[in-house]
Structures are given as structure tokens and as C-alpha cells.
């Protein structure tokens, strides 16, 4: 009787000291002391036989509070677990949260924009080289060999050479795009061709010495500068809305004839009739000494060509002041597109 009664003593000190402060301890403790078929408590139960019978009532009723303290200790250890902090990540219920992600450059948005118009009305995109030749980027493009434009202080040489054709340089607009494609493939040819350009300029807010352009190239019997118009209004219409206010400017270029400036009006919301016009693109009929250099006979084709800036189109677009945030990589310019 003496030892059952210790046995007691022990678990009623187990019981009250057991650490369940996680739900897993919890369980373990409740199954180890009120489990049905080997709980300890029950166990105890079980040997009442050997109590002397007058002190059997007493036994029973100690048991019964051992059974008391193990239940309010699971209970409270239960009631503990919900009113953590972390119990709320079970609610299987709540919505997900969301993955942070990126968001493509505003420029590589505008250039995307610009190439699925074109592709809407029967465009191919192209791509050329950024490392180009002069004679790509210059010669064959009608320009003479004494042009400003092929001067060091406009355009960036990789190596130069004196005969005017083989120095290698970075491309300072996509137009070298048309005589790479128009040697490769005969008409009808009608493509975009996006890519990045260089030039050789002082860096302020609205040149930079690196930028980007779309080239535009179609050729075929009886294409007309009434096609390049219609081709260029649509164009604008898309991507500024069909409210928008553009001019064809007369202008020069050595590879097109006629050659025109497309701008674009820039309303200033803070005075009412107030803006001013930015040009977006060059344009024009392509020259035929550019349709001969690559042994296309000009009595038979036509073509008309369009190079615009989308940086250019982007600032329009997005209502940015200065070209250099367009480089800069800042996140919290580059979280709002
Ligand atoms: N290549 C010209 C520029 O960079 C733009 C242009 C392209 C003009 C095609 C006419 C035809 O300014």
C-alpha cells in the first residue's frame, strides 16, 4: 500500500511539472498519462485490487484528481497554442500572398508596344548587328565619304580605316539593318527592326550617347509615300491615341528620297493650348543609290524607310521629362511601369 501510494506522490509531480509548451509535447503528455489503453492514469486505475478495500473510496478519488490536473493541463496547453502568434499561418482560408516581381524596363515595354503594331499590318521583326562597318553604316546609305556624320566627334570607331568602308564602329542608328536584310532577301521585304544605337554626344536630358530605335523597311513594286503616310498615321494613332496631333516635316537624309521628320504634339497640361512639338522618327523614300548598292534595279522597286527613337516615344508616352532616369536603373522609377 505504501508503495501505491507513491506511486501517487510521482505522477501527481510529473504531471504538475511536465513541459507542454508546444502542441506536439501536448499530445505526447496526454497520451502518456490519459491514454485509453496505456495511459498511466488509467494503469493506476487498474491496480485498485491491491488497495485494502477500507481505503479503496480515498484511492479512487486521488486518481480522479491526477485525471483532473492531466485534462486542465492539456486544456490550457490547447487554449495556449490557438492564442499564439503563429497559430493564424493554419488558416488555410486567408489568400496567398503575393510573389514579388519584376516588371519589364518602360523602354523594352514602349519598344514591344511600337513592334506589335507593325506586326499587325504584315511587319517582320529583324535584328542586326551593333558592331557594324562603315560601309554598312555609311556607304551603302548613300552617305559621301567626306559626311560629317562619319566624323570621330559623331560617331564612335572601334577601329577606323583610311578607305572609308572597312573601319568597324558602333552603329549610330539601325538604318545599316535595311542593307543587311536587302542583300539577304530579295522584295517583297517588309520589316521592324529594333536595336540599340550609339553616338558620340554630350550626355543631357534629352540625348544620351547610347539609345534606341525602330527600324521600319518596306519594298516592293509601287510602294508610294502615300503608303508611308497612311503606314505612319496609323502607327501614331495606335500608340498616342487617335486624338493625337502629328505633322510631316520636310527634312534631309542621304538614303531616302524625299525625306521627312515626323513630330508629335506634347500638349503642357498647365496651359491650356500651350506644348510644343517633338519630333519622334525620320522618314522618307528609299534613295534608288540604296536600292542599287544592293542590286536592286530602282526602275522596277520602291521602298519607303522610318528609324524612330523610343526613348523618344516612351518620354511621350509616360510623360517623362529627362532621358537619363531611362538609364539609371533607380527602382523607384523603374516600380512604376
Ligand atoms: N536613320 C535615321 C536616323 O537615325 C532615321 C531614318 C531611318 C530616316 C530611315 C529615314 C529613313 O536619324
Not at 560617331?155 to 552603329?171: C, I, K
Not at 554630350?202 to 510602294?223: M, R
Request: proline residues 7%; negative net charge; contains cysteine.
Amino acid at each position: 500500500m505504501a508503495e501505491i501510494d507513491d506511486v501517487v506522490r510521482e505522477l501527481r509531480t510529473e504531471i504538475e511539472s511536465a513541459d507542454i509548451g508546444s502542441p506536439d509535447a501536448a499530445e505526447t503528455f496526454r497520451i502518456k498519462y490519459l491514454g485509453q489503453k496505456r495511459g498511466l492514469i488509467n494503469d493506476l486505475m487498474k491496480r485498485i485490487p491491491e488497495v485494502a478495500p477500507g481505503q479503496r473510496r480515498d484511492f479512487g478519488q486521488s486518481v480522479n484528481a491526477l485525471k483532473k490536473l492531466a485534462e486542465s493541463r492539456v486544456a490550457a496547453a490547447k487554449k495556449a497554442a490557438e492564442a499564439a502568434p503563429g497559430a493564424a499561418k493554419f488558416d488555410v482560408t486567408l489568400p496567398g500572398r503575393e510573389p514579388l516581381v519584376g516588371s519589364l524596363h518602360p523602354i523594352t515595354q514602349t519598344r514591344n508596344a511600337i513592334l506589335r503594331i507593325f506586326e499587325r499590318y504584315g511587319f517582320h521583326v529583324a535584328e542586326g548587328p551593333e558592331l557594324e562597318d562603315e560601309w554598312h553604316n555609311f556607304t551603302a546609305l548613300n552617305f559621301p565619304s567626306n559626311h560629317p556624320a562619319r566624323d570621330m566627334q559623331d560617331t564612335l570607331f572601334v577601329s577606323p580605316s583610311d578607305d572609308g568602308d572597312s573601319g568597324v564602329l558602333l552603329r549610330t542608328h539601325t538604318s545599316p539593318a535595311q542593307i543587311r536584310i536587302l542583300k539577304n532577301q530579295p522584295p517583297p521585304v517588309r520589316v521592324v527592326v529594333p536595336g540599340r544605337v550609339y553616338r558620340n554626344e554630350a550626355i543631357t536630358y534629352k540625348s544620351y550617347c547610347l539609345f534606341h530605335q525602330v527600324e521600319g523597311l518596306y519594298v516592293d513594286t509601287q510602294v508610294t509615300l502615300g503608303d508611308l503616310h497612311y503606314i505612319l498615321r496609323t502607327f501614331s494613332r495606335a500608340i498616342f491615341g487617335s486624338d493625337v496631333r502629328m505633322r510631316f516635316r520636310p527634312n534631309y537624309f542621304p538614303f531616302t528620297e524625299p525625306s521627312a521628320e515626323v513630330d508629335i504634339w506634347f500638349a503642357n497640361p498647365d496651359h491650356p493650348g500651350g506644348g510644343r512639338w517633338l519630333e519622334i522618327l525620320g522618314c522618307g523614300m528609299v534613295d534608288p543609290n540604296v536600292l542599287r548598292a544592293v542590286d536592286i534595279d530602282p526602275e522596277v522597286y520602291s521602298g519607303y524607310a522610318f528609324g524612330m527613337g523610343i526613348e523618344r516615344i516612351a518620354m511621350l508616352r509616360y510623360g517623362i521629362d529627362d532621358i537619363r532616369v531611362l538609364y539609371e536603373n533607380d527602382v523607384r522609377f523603374l516600380d512604376q511601369f
